[in-house]
């Protein structure tokens, strides 16, 4: 196969626009798979993808495409047969590094944007993204057969804000196929072939790695000059480790080997890697025996953003979870993990996460790969501390900051954030925003109902509940974007939570002062209702230093009697007695306090109520 | 038969179990369905062939005839039944109950009963208001019940008790009071007071779970337990255990075998025994329950648990616990072969610094704070014999439950 007959594209798009049903499309029209062996979203194989119905991770497939130019086709290409590589990518947020992967292994993109519900906030982040790589754009306004679907003003849209040409939007249906074709001959036509020297020396793109439980470690990769044959000796520039290329070949979408995979071809190499963390995705792949001159610039690892403590849950120990979060992490690199104490909950693990989607998608594979329990401690971000003799310290939980008359300042994550929202939820947006503590930046008009507002935020607040609280306050309209931006000093204060007057360091937090006592009493009053009650008053506090901001009080129990005890009764009352019992064991002793487990995760919510 | 020792332990109780009532009421899980008439002789057939299968070679103390409705028999079917039973419960009988409700016992029933025996006549009162009446789905009317006190009066019985619900919601702490006063007036020589409790599976339960009710408020609850006690002290009654009153000498003979966890022989549908270390429990339905003498004799259980002497100390800590008296130190050592000074020596010291226990020369007793926080008590007692350290049970499985049949 030569390189002109080669098309390398990502399907992009916002969350739920509808790429994995475009790409079913696609592998059905080209015969990748059969229409009995046809289901929806057939590229997306991870459980947790099927049932959540959103895509986690990028998905690749190589198709065969019998091209013909149409009589009218403006720019026809060369009829023949085309290796078409594709790339499914997620759309939610917290997986964009998996999209920007994804783009350096292709020349052009599929954009896709749902024509009822218009350009929406991933659409654009992602739309920059393959500006920035200088990627083919093709316009795909999908979702037409819905009966709200405005196809025409959305390409107009989508002129006016990326300055895509509206007449070259190709109007589909992934749900019918209507427009697939049209798709097809756009990706030949339009997509640019590949570029690379097929006589040069081996050099190819580790853009992602997946663990296959019968063969180790799949590298993905992309060549982009030379050759890999089966039984190659390669080498990973980076990692400076060297393989024998056991088998390689592409993905259709199962994977199938071949002899040789050659400049332009996109691909997986399998190689006796033992784990996923032996290879750094964005290395690069060349021969041992006859090196490439220069590596590939790789990637930027992705960063963990959003942090939190995981602990064994009842009937789950410590070396119990440790041993299923490695097991995990040895298939996912996405996340890390460091071993951390507790007085309140023992030995866990600080964990950092994408985003808080993927923070409750890795607990949710954790539980359930592993059937263990999780308790999760409030997710927080990392924080830059200034210590008085200026040396600054990254902290990852508020349980680690320092003495604060060691403390110079703190400063805070922001991110830059862009929120797409129809212009009659402005004044709601703006109103929030103001109380999340956002920085006003500018509004950009999509059309004459719809703008974008551009906010810079501590990620603290996205984190909390700014997210959610903007859903609502604009019944689910709006929808937003973010990536960080740096470090800004703020007024932060670490936040204690007593409990009988001890402070329980799992439940601490850093807030901005502004904050502090509404979050204070937020985190109480729930707490209060997970506490039963003791034989004494149980006073919980919120305190800034020694100043307490907040404060409820659990009565004590009066009264705790089984009215009425005769023969029949005498086994099942002490089997109950001896169930709540067991229930009170599970708890965990804080002085004289039992907080049961579940305390733990409901100061997670932050919903009002 | 004249009441004799009270606290006399020779002997072993009977509890005679009918399932019939007129109605269900939303708050009650003991086992009782609306009257099925056709099959009323088959039951008091069944119920004599079991008693007869069954009785130890015991003499009887008590017997208990509870349900259900027990006056809902038809007169000749009662009468039929306890004739029976009296003939072979034997002469050394001092106390012999039946249950009633105030609108179920006709002056023909009531004689039915002081003649084959009965001595002592508990009534489901429950209040003397109809709004709480209504709560509890019961079917009586407030002016039922001093009508069938009275009536039991001229039919000879010197031993009356009401059972009394407080807790109630919508029940005022006046209502309450206004309550108990009147059972006070009626001259009731028992009382028996309970919080209202919400069972699994009861319409209440579901009702609460709704939001159709709303329980009473925990604090006015325990006033009101608080009330009842000392109310009841100025009127002469005797509290004995957590919810009942005596007048002196009109203690419940039959339930306080309960509380010592001594034995007893139960049958009926759904009756529980515990005799010779086994707890078991008779099949429920009673359809099947009136068959199962075409069966095997076995057919009639469906659980059956052999208490391990652990086990069995446990259960009789708690059960005393209930008694105002306490756990008698001489009695427990003879009963389980534990002295509970040292078996619960933790749970001791735990409870009786926080004062909800005292320990005397003789007993170790819930004070009157531990009596509201019994559960909290008794927790701490099991928690006791279960982290059992070794030396004081070698081999010992804490409790083994098998089940036979289901
Ligand atoms: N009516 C209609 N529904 C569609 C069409 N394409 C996709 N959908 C539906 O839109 C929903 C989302 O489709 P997906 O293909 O999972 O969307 P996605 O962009 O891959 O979503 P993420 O991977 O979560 O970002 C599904 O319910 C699809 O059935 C279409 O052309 N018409
Ligand atoms: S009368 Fe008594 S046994 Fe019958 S349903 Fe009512 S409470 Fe239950
Ligand atoms: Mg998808």
Redesign the pocket.
């Known amino acids: 196969m030569e390189l002109h007959q080669i098309r390398n594209f990502s399907i992009i798009a916002h969350i739920d626009h509808g790429k994995s049903t475009l790409a079913d499309r696609l592998l059905l029209t080209c015969g990748a798979i059969t229409q009995r062996e046809f289901r929806n979203q057939i590229l997306d194989d991870m459980d947790l993808e099927r049932e959540m119905g959103i895509t986690i991770k990028a998905n690749r497939c190589t198709l065969d495409y019998q091209y013909k130019p149409a009589a009218d086709a403006k720019r026809p290409a060369k009829a023949g047969k085309y290796l078409l590589n594709l790339i499914d990518t997620p759309g939610h947020v917290d997986f964009h590094y998996e999209v920007s992967r994804a783009l350096a292994a292709c020349e052009g993109v599929l954009l896709l944007v749902d024509a009822a519900q218009g350009i929406e906030a991933q659409t654009l982040a992602n739309a920059y993204k393959a500006v920035e790589s200088g990627l083919e754009i093709i316009v795909v306004i999908n979702k037409i057969d819905l009966p709200a679907a405005r196809p025409e003003d959305v390409a107009i849209e989508l002129e006016q804000v990326l300055g895509l040409p509206a007449h070259e939007a190709i109007f589909a249906s992934a749900k019918t196929g209507v427009g697939v074709n049209e798709i097809l001959a756009a990706i030949i036509e339009r997509i640019p072939a590949p570029v690379g020297n097929p006589n040069g020396e081996l050099k190819a793109l580790i853009y992602d790695a997946k663990v296959d439980v019968h063969r180790g470690i799949a590298c993905h990769m992309r060549i982009i000059d030379g050759e890999l044959k089966r039984g190659d000796r390669i080498r990973l520039m980076a990692a400076g480790q060297t393989y024998v290329a056991n088998d390689i070949g592409v993905f259709r979408p199962k994977i199938t080997s071949l002899q040789s995979l050659k400049s332009g071809q996109v691909g997986y190499l399998f190689g006796g890697i033992k784990t996923i963390h032996d290879v750094n995705i964005g290395d690069t792949i060349t021969l041992d025996a006859h090196p490439c001159a220069e590596a590939l610039p790789g990637y930027q690892p992705p960063q963990q953003m959003v942090f939190c403590d995981f602990y064994p849950g009842p009937g789950t120990t410590s070396p119990e979870l440790r041993e299923s979060m490695e097991q995990l992490w040895l298939n996912d690199s996405s996340f890390n993990f460091a071993p951390v104490a507790s007085s309140a909950l023992g030995t866990g693990f600080r964990c950092g996460f994408l985003g808080l989607l993927h923070m409750k998608i890795i607990q949710e594979r954790l539980e359930r790969e592993s059937d263990i329990d999780v308790v999760q401690t409030a997710p927080t971000v990392a924080f830059e501390v200034v210590l008085k003799g200026g040396q600054v310290k990254m902290i990852e939980s508020p349980a680690e900051l320092p003495n604060m008359d060691k403390v110079e300042a703190i400063r805070e994550p922001y991110v830059k954030s862009e929120i797409i929202v129809p212009t009659k939820y402005i004044g709601a947006v703006m109103q929030l925003s103001e109380e999340r503590r956002g920085r006003y930046k500018r509004t950009d008009y999509l059309s004459a109902d719809r703008v974008v507002l551009v906010y810079d935020f501590p990620m603290a607040e996205v984190i909390y509940d700014y997210f959610d609280r903007l859903k609502s306050v604009t019944s689910g309209y709006a929808t937003m974007d973010y990536e960080m931006i740096g470090f800004r000093e703020d007024d932060l204060v670490k936040l204690n939570i007593l409990v009988n007057g001890a402070p329980v360091d799992a439940l601490g937090l850093i807030v901005h002062r502004s904050r502090a006592e509404y979050r204070g009493r937020k985190l109480i009053a729930r707490l209060r209702k997970e506490i039963d009650r003791h034989l004494f008053d149980v006073p919980i506090q919120a305190a800034i230093g020694s100043r307490v901001v907040a404060r409820e009080t659990i009565k004590a129990l009066r009264k705790d009697v089984t009215a009425k005890c005769y023969g029949g009764d005498v086994s099942r009352k002490r089997k109950l007695l001896e169930k709540q019992k067991e229930g009170k064991k599970r708890m965990k002793q804080i002085g004289s306090v039992s907080i049961p487990q579940s305390a733990f995760m409901a100061v997670l919510d932050s919903s009002d109520g | 038969m004249a009441n004799t020792n009270e606290n006399s332990t020779i002997g072993i109780g009977w509890y005679v179990h009918l399932p019939f009532?007129r109605t269900?009421?939303g708050y009650?899980d003991?086992y009782?369905l609306p009257t099925v008439s056709s099959l009323i002789p088959d039951l008091v057939r069944a119920i004599v062939g079991e008693i007869d299968l069954r009785m130890p070679n015991r003499p009887v103390r008590t017997i208990f005839v509870g349900?259900?409705?027990p006056t809902e028999l038809p007169a000749e079917n009662l009468d039929e039944l306890l004739e029976a039973i009296g003939r072979m419960a034997g002469a050394a009988v001092s106390e012999w109950t039946v249950e009633a409700?105030p609108s179920s016992a006709s002056d023909l029933k009531l004689d039915v009963l002081r003649r084959r025996g009965v001595n002592r006549i508990s009534f489901?009162a429950q209040s003397f208001f109809p709004e709480d009446l209504a709560v509890l789905e019961?079917i009586h009317d407030p002016s039922h019940i001093p009508e069938s006190i009275d009536a039991a009066r001229r039919a000879g019985f010197d031993n009356v008790n009401l059972d009394l619900i407080y807790g109630i919601p919508g029940q005022s702490m006046q209502r309450w009071r206004e309550s108990l006063a009147r059972a006070i007036d009626l001259g009731t020589d028992h009382l028996s007071c309970y919080s209202l409790m919400y069972e699994t599976g009861t319409a209440l339960t579901k009702f609460r779970d709704q939001g159709r009710v709303t329980p009473c408020d925990e604090s006015l609850e325990a006033d009101m337990f608080e009330a009842t006690i000392d109310v009841l002290a100025n009127a002469g009654y005797v509290q004995y255990e957590i919810s009942n009153f005596a007048k002196p000498g009109r203690r419940c003979e039959a339930n306080l075998i309960y509380w010592r966890n001594e034995e007893y022989l139960g049958v009926g549908p759904s009756a529980v025994s515990y005799l010779d270390g086994l707890r078991r429990k008779n099949i429920v339905d009673v359809r099947k329950y009136v068959n199962w003498m075409a069966g095997q004799p076995d057919d009639l259980v469906v659980e059956s648990e052999s208490l391990t002497p652990m086990a069995r100390a446990a259960e009789t800590a708690i059960q005393m616990l209930r008694l105002i008296e306490g756990i008698d130190r001489t009695h427990f050592i003879a009963a389980t072969g534990f002295d509970p000074i040292s078996l619960f020596a933790d749970a001791l010291s735990e409870t009786t610094t926080a004062g909800l226990v005292e320990i005397t020369p003789t007993h170790i007793r819930l004070t009157r704070r531990g009596l509201l926080l019994s559960n909290y008590v008794m927790r701490a007692f099991l928690s006791a014999v279960e982290d059992e350290n070794p030396t004081r049970a070698p081999t010992q499985q804490f409790v083994t439950l098998q089940i036979e049949k289901t």
């Open positions: 009532c269900k009421c009650c003991f009782s349900g259900g409705t409700n489901g019961r």
